[in-house]
């Protein structure tokens, strides 16, 4: 048997063995809005209720009074309605918003890093590695919200011809990757999500409890120009996202350094090595992204973040040689490590790779180093490639560009593996190959 209970004057759920929980407060990943499930609203479904209050031009969105006995809100016209949105922004969420916690996760890097490529290759890979070693699902948690990440997957490692050299468009400043809306009686431009869940599959000692232990994993991919002083402002807090993560990450582009250029000049033939670049101090980029964190908390200027920050230093297959004696090629995971033969993340050779990697970044770039340790309690230094292989220059078409054939990912998976194994119980599990003391 099943019933239907309102959880206050929003949300209905249908009661009985597979009920689900509520969680107690839900944060818009649009707005940032904080809220109770109950006030969540509801998208009018017949097409005489045409004219949002906020979204002029999009459905109603109210506070229902009436529901069918699987729980979805009915119309004032008699229709079943589907989807929810935010009481503040009145932008779409998933239903999973109400039923699981939000990790958000914050990554941060100066224009032309290679943050979409990065991400794209980190969700891609997630995707089979997760399922796979971890007996873990990830999978989108809103296909519309997921459609710009969802082509930038498909170019990279779904193409009709893998010899076709391929780039990823830069993210721009306005456009698909964010939405303008009324709020406070001004036109706000916000950030679109990126949404997946995160939940234990078959074969997971958890799986019995998915719904009590699974997430929602929220990432957002900001244009680099974004992180720039005086670019986020009332209309625009593009990067607000920043005080809700639960971790940050910043991805360091080291071709953008003529330092690491010098160092590499000798053993690299790679076009963004050996042919003039732009030169972009990017402590300046982390700096502000902390100068932002601090003002929007009202933290003093000495008061570091009490959340890690995970500094990502990206294109790891040109300079990767240069950390003597780590492998930053073969992933730090432990296959068959746990009781039922599930793979561990393998924590002492992230660290170990971590503390030389530091080394490294103190001898060529020590200001990225220092702003990091000054923004944050905790810092740990991860070397990623999202590519794999360098990329080419043609004649015919502008900018550097990678055959899909060539594409082979490094590390990407490792900042979010570690996240959870590391500052999160029950999904992820981390092991240590450390001999112990006796």
Not at 340 to 364: I, K, P, T
């Amino acid at each position: 048997m099943s019933s239907v209970q309102m959880d206050g004057s929003g949300v209905a759920m249908v009661e009985g063995e597979g009920a689900v929980p509520l969680v107690g407060r839900v944060t818009c990943p649009h707005c940032w809005f904080d809220f109770a499930p109950e006030e969540i609203l509801w998208v009018a479904q017949h097409d005489d209720l045409m004219g949002d209050s906020v979204l002029k031009e999009e459905p109603l969105r109210f506070l229902p009074t009436h529901f069918n006995l699987e729980g979805q809100a009915i119309d004032a016209r008699g229709m079943v309605c589907h989807s929810l949105a935010c009481p503040q922004c009145h932008l779409l969420v998933p239903r999973v918003l109400v039923e699981n916690e939000v990790t958000f996760i914050s990554l941060i890097g100066a224009a032309g890093a290679g943050k979409s490529n990065f991400l794209a290759a980190m969700t891609w890979e997630l995707r089979r590695k997760l399922a796979r070693d971890f007996a873990v699902i990830f999978a989108d948690g809103d296909k519309e919200a997921n459609w710009i990440l969802n082509r930038y997957e498909e170019t990279l490692f779904l193409p009709e011809d893998p010899e076709t050299p391929v780039v990823l468009e830069k993210t721009h400043t306005q456009g698909d990757h964010y939405r303008s809306v009324p709020l406070n009686g001004q036109e706000t431009q916000l950030p679109k999500p990126f949404l997946f869940t995160l939940h234990p599959g078959q074969g997971h000692p958890l799986v019995n409890q998915r719904a009590k232990v699974g997430r929602i994993v929220c990432l957002y991919d900001n244009a680099g120009e974004h992180f720039s002083v005086g670019q986020d402002t009332a209309n625009s807090p593009v990067t607000r996202h920043l005080i809700h993560s639960k971790v940050l990450m910043f991805l360091m582009d080291p071709t953008q350094d003529p330092r690491f250029r010098a160092k590499l000049k000798g053993v690299s033939t790679d076009p963004q090595v050996v042919e003039p670049m732009q030169t972009v101090r990017q402590e300046t980029i982390l700096g502000e992204a902390a100068i932002r964190y601090r003002r929007h908390l009202g933290l003093s200027a000495y008061k570091k973040a009490d959340k890690p920050l995970l500094v990502l230093v990206g294109k790891s297959d040109i300079w990767g040689s240069l950390l003597e004696g780590e492998d930053a090629v073969k992933d730090p995971v432990l296959r068959g490590a746990t009781a039922e033969g599930l793979a561990a993340m393998d924590m002492e050779r992230v660290d170990r790779v971590s503390r030389a990697l530091r080394a490294l970044l103190l001898e060529l770039s020590p200001e990225v180093v220092t702003t990091a340790e000054d923004f944050s309690q905790e810092v740990v230094y991860i070397p990623v490639s999202a590519l794999g292989h360098s990329p080419e220059k043609q004649p015919e078409r502008a900018g550097l560009l990678i055959k899909p054939r060539d594409v082979k990912p490094r590390w990407v998976t490792v900042p979010l593996l570690y996240s959870y194994a590391r500052w999160s119980k029950g999904l992820i599990a981390g092991r240590t190959t450390r001999t112990p003391h006796k």
